[in-house]
């Protein structure tokens, strides 16, 4: 369409640019889709009886828990793992998405279901994960099943991740680090969305408040 219509001014079709003047929209930053703190709270205090659907949520969790994009997990080996001299557990890897190294010391319910799973052999991944395309559909059966509101997807985990670990008071930068982003931006995206909630917050508050003054 845009060649067509500069063709056309050069054939003197047209005698200038339609368009030159129209301003163009401003396009509105991703917005990042997260779960709240409640519902984490209840896909961790509810185990799933099939082992597929079991072993999804698990990688779920541990996702929302360290921030790292399901294609990041799938390629999660033993050596990606290490040991600080305090022994706690953290892992070092680059992310595929953006080849920058995140590094995530591992909260403990991270670490709990690590141990569950391959931490040695390192010429198998560390979560035997199903392909993309049926781990999308496992977690949205999780989320039917448990009765969420919204549509659970696998992307969700890292964007909760971000958004839990800003409102919980970790700096930009750390979190940045963790995430793995190339661009601190990129980050400061969270911090948006949980100025957003908080002043929403304090709007349904207000309304309470004077619904109880009536």
Not at 186 to 197: E, F, H, I, L
């Amino acid at each position: 369409m845009i060649i067509e219509k500069y063709i056309a001014i050069d054939q003197e079709i047209l005698r200038s640019n339609p368009l030159e003047d129209v301003r163009y929209e401003k396009k509105e930053p991703a917005k990042h889709r997260y779960i709240s703190q409640s519902d984490l709270k209840r896909i961790m205090e509810t185990p799933m009886c099939d082992p597929r659907l079991e072993l999804v949520r698990r990688a779920f969790i541990f996702s929302s828990l360290t921030g790292l994009a399901y294609v990041d997990i799938h390629r999660l080996y033993p050596h990606h793992i290490g040991k600080t001299t305090k022994g706690r557990l953290y892992i070092r890897k680059r992310r595929v998405k953006t080849n920058v190294e995140a590094f995530i010391p591992l909260h403990p319910v991270a670490e709990q279901i690590l141990m569950l799973y391959n931490t040695t052999d390192d010429t198998k991944p560390v979560f035997p994960l199903p392909v993309r395309d049926k781990i999308w559909y496992d977690i949205n059966q999780i989320g039917i099943t448990m009765g969420l509101k919204e549509n659970l997807s696998y992307h969700q985990s890292r964007h909760s991740f971000g958004t839990l670990a800003i409102s919980a008071g970790l700096s930009i930068e750390s979190i940045a680090r963790m995430m793995g982003h190339a661009n601190i931006s990129t980050t400061q995206g969270y911090a948006q969305v949980t100025d957003r909630k908080i002043s929403d917050d304090m709007d349904k508050l207000i309304e309470r408040r004077k619904t109880n003054m009536v």
